[in-house]
C-alpha cells in the first residue's frame, strides 16, 4: 500500500511562505526517515511517497521546491517520473538532481 506523510518540520503550525517545500520519493521507509532527520531543526515542509506515481500528483498539486527522488522504484521508476514532467514545470531548471525553484534556506 502507498504511503504519503507530510511533516512540518521547523514550522510555525502550518506551511509559510519562508518554507521551502521537499517531496522525499522512496519505497524505502528508512531512506525516507533519514531524508527527514537530516532536514529536522529546519525551516522545511516536508512530504514524502512511497511510489513514482504519487510523486507525480504530489508534484502537480504542491510543487515542491526541492525533490529528493529515488531512481530505482518499482513500477514507475524515479527517471520516469522525470520524463513524465516534461515539459519541465514553470520554475524548475531542466537539469534532475540540480533542481531548485528559489534559493534553500
Do not use: W
Request: net charge neutral.
Amino acid at each position: 500500500e502507498a504511503v504519503m506523510k507530510e511533516h512540518k518540520i521547523g514550522g510555525h503550525g502550518g506551511p509559510a511562505a519562508d518554507q521551502t517545500e521537499v517531496l522525499i520519493v522512496s519505497a524505502n521507509a528508512e531512506e525516507r526517515k533519514i531524508c527527514k532527520e537530516a532536514l529536522s531543526g529546519k525551516i522545511y515542509n516536508v512530504k514524502e511517497a512511497e511510489a513514482g506515481h504519487e510523486a507525480l500528483i504530489e508534484i502537480a498539486q504542491a510543487q515542491p521546491d526541492l525533490l529528493l527522488l529515488d531512481l530505482n522504484l518499482s513500477g514507475l521508476d524515479g527517471l520516469l517520473v522525470i520524463r513524465k514532467l516534461e515539459p519541465t514545470p514553470p520554475g524548475f531548471p531542466r537539469r534532475p538532481g540540480m533542481a531548485k525553484k528559489r534559493p534553500l534556506a
